[in-house]
């Protein structure tokens, strides 16, 4: 059976691999913005939506990856998901202006967003034993995408490139295939229902229940500080003459995400739907935001890394959830609402912290409406606590 197999070396790549690919392909167009720009002709309202687009289509694309899981089955729907987005993330290489660069960058963030919402079915199908662990491994491939697309971009990719975007993007992107690949000679069944039972099957997400209003909040108190505060760093440090610690800032602000994946796979199978670690996580994040917001020099940088390292932790505890609450039919349909919302939060907040710095010039009301969303998942917190012990009660009796 699948699950005596859950922990094997090869399903611990498949899972660590697909994880990467949630967020490579996304983020290295931050190192190669410039090239783009100048070759493309690229104004800097389009260079901003080419991360902003892709958070946009997790969002607006997440009910749709539940739709699709549906009907073709967790394994099948996350190879497809993997092309897609591979075929745009290549596509992108191949655009000679802004629409057919945003057209392409729309069609990979939808990929990415099925496969976002097929990967915790997927889970609970491979490692029903070991959600919480087994979600640490996906999440730790999605945080060290973020630092090798990076950190490897610019110093190694592009110099064997002959200094050529188009072909750092197919290099980062080709890759994807084989994992695709790999995925489909796994021979893990894809759960694909009767077409009588397709018709009855429920996978639009149950926004009436609360539980994934306080999910999706908690979500996107994670990616909206993250986002929120990537983002507006520069003008923090700026505002009050402390522009050469951006460097050492963003280095530390993004390598405690690494840090805090790996922490997850030491302390995620304890820590799940639990209510105090959650908000112990939560209020040490917002403690963090305003000690840096309103504190100067090294200390500051520390609080941010303190905010980044538990944000991290918190992501990687709320997405181990669907797959341990939900019973299996309703896995993606869960993950899809919470996901929606997230990222809906972690697309729109920081417009209106860009909008509040413009207004009043200062940049610290940047953090007024990250710190809004964060104390709003203060109380969601307990609710997230109180629906997993439902749920878990649920399942024993």
């Given at each position: 059976?699948?699950?005596?197999?859950?922990?094997?070396?090869?399903?611990?790549?498949?899972?660590?691999?697909?994880?990467?690919?949630?967020?490579?392909?996304?983020?290295?167009?931050?190192?190669?913005?410039?090239?783009?720009?100048?070759?493309?002709?690229?104004?800097?309202?389009?260079?901003?939506?080419?991360?902003?687009?892709?958070?946009?289509?997790?969002?607006?694309?997440?009910?749709?990856?539940?739709?699709?899981?549906?009907?073709?089955?967790?394994?099948?729907?996350l190879i497809f998901?993997?092309?897609?987005?591979?075929?745009?993330?290549?596509?992108?290489?191949?655009?000679?202006?802004?629409?057919?660069?945003?057209?392409?960058?729309?069609?990979?963030?939808?990929?990415?967003?099925?496969?976002?919402?097929?990967?915790?079915?997927?889970?609970?199908?491979?490692?029903?034993?070991?959600?919480?662990?087994?979600?640490?491994?996906?999440?730790?491939?999605?945080?060290?995408?973020?630092?090798?697309?990076?950190?490897?971009?610019?110093?190694?990719?592009?110099?064997?490139?002959?200094?050529?975007?188009?072909?750092?993007?197919?290099?980062?992107?080709?890759?994807?295939?084989?994992?695709?690949?790999?995925?489909?000679?796994?021979?893990?069944?894809?759960?694909?229902?009767?077409?009588a039972e397709q018709?009855?099957?429920?996978?639009?997400?149950?926004?009436?229940?609360?539980?994934?209003?306080?999910?999706?909040?908690?979500?996107?108190?994670?990616?909206?500080?993250?986002?929120?505060?990537?983002?507006?760093?520069?003008?923090?440090?700026?505002?009050?003459?402390?522009?050469?610690?951006?460097?050492?800032?963003?280095?530390?602000?993004?390598?405690?995400?690494?840090?805090?994946?790996?922490?997850?796979?030491?302390?995620?199978?304890?820590?799940?739907?639990?209510?105090?670690?959650?908000?112990?996580?939560?209020?040490?994040?917002?403690?963090?935001?305003?000690?840096?917001?309103?504190?100067?020099?090294?200390?500051?940088?520390?609080?941010?890394?303190?905010?980044?390292?538990?944000?991290?932790?918190?992501?990687?505890?709320?997405?181990?959830?669907?797959?341990?609450?939900?019973?299996?039919?309703?896995?993606?349909?869960?993950?899809?609402?919470?996901?929606?919302?997230?990222?809906?939060?972690?697309?729109?907040?920081?417009?209106?912290?860009?909008?509040?710095?413009?207004?009043?010039?200062?940049?610290?009301?940047?953090?007024?409406?990250?710190?809004?969303?964060?104390?709003?998942?203060?109380?969601?917190?307990?609710?997230?606590?109180?629906?997993?012990?439902l749920a878990r009660?649920?399942?024993?009796?």
């Amino acid at each position: 059976m699948l699950h005596r197999l859950s922990l094997s070396l090869r399903t611990i790549l498949l899972l660590w691999f697909s994880g990467l690919y949630l967020r490579l392909m996304l983020l290295v167009t931050a190192p190669l913005g410039p090239r783009m720009a100048e070759d493309l002709g690229l104004s800097a309202t389009v260079m901003g939506m080419l991360t902003t687009l892709p958070v946009l289509m997790l969002a607006s694309g997440a009910i749709a990856g539940a739709w699709v899981v549906a009907r073709l089955g967790v394994r099948t729907t996350l190879i497809f998901a993997l092309l897609l987005a591979v075929a745009g993330s290549i596509a992108r290489a191949g655009t000679d202006g802004a629409l057919t660069l945003l057209l392409a960058t729309a069609v990979m963030g939808l990929g990415i967003a099925a496969m976002q919402t097929s990967l915790p079915s997927l889970v609970r199908q491979w490692t029903p034993g070991r959600v919480a662990l087994a979600t640490a491994i996906y999440m730790n491939g999605l945080l060290m995408g973020e630092v090798l697309a990076a950190g490897l971009t610019l110093p190694l990719v592009l110099p064997l490139t002959g200094d050529s975007w188009r072909l750092t993007l197919m290099v980062w992107s080709l890759p994807g295939l084989l994992v695709a690949a790999a995925l489909y000679g796994m021979g893990a069944p894809t759960s694909r229902l009767p077409r009588a039972e397709q018709q009855r099957h429920h996978w639009l997400p149950d926004f009436r229940q609360p539980v994934v209003w306080a999910m999706g909040l908690v979500v996107g108190m994670s990616s909206t500080l993250f986002f929120g505060l990537n983002a507006y760093m520069a003008n923090v440090l700026q505002d009050r003459g402390e522009g050469h610690l951006l460097a050492s800032g963003l280095l530390l602000f993004n390598s405690a995400q690494v840090v805090a994946s790996f922490l997850a796979l030491r302390y995620a199978g304890r820590w799940l739907g639990q209510t105090s670690p959650l908000l112990t996580l939560t209020l040490v994040s917002i403690g963090g935001t305003l000690l840096f917001g309103f504190g100067s020099g090294w200390w500051a940088l520390w609080a941010a890394f303190a905010t980044s390292l538990c944000v991290g932790i918190v992501l990687i505890l709320m997405v181990s959830l669907p797959a341990a609450m939900a019973v299996a039919d309703r896995t993606a349909p869960l993950a899809a609402g919470m996901f929606t919302i997230g990222y809906a939060l972690s697309f729109g907040v920081p417009l209106l912290s860009g909008t509040l710095v413009d207004h009043t010039g200062v940049a610290n009301w940047a953090l007024a409406p990250l710190l809004a969303v964060a104390l709003l998942a203060v109380p969601a917190c307990a609710v997230v606590g109180h629906q997993y012990r439902l749920a878990r009660y649920r399942t024993e009796v």
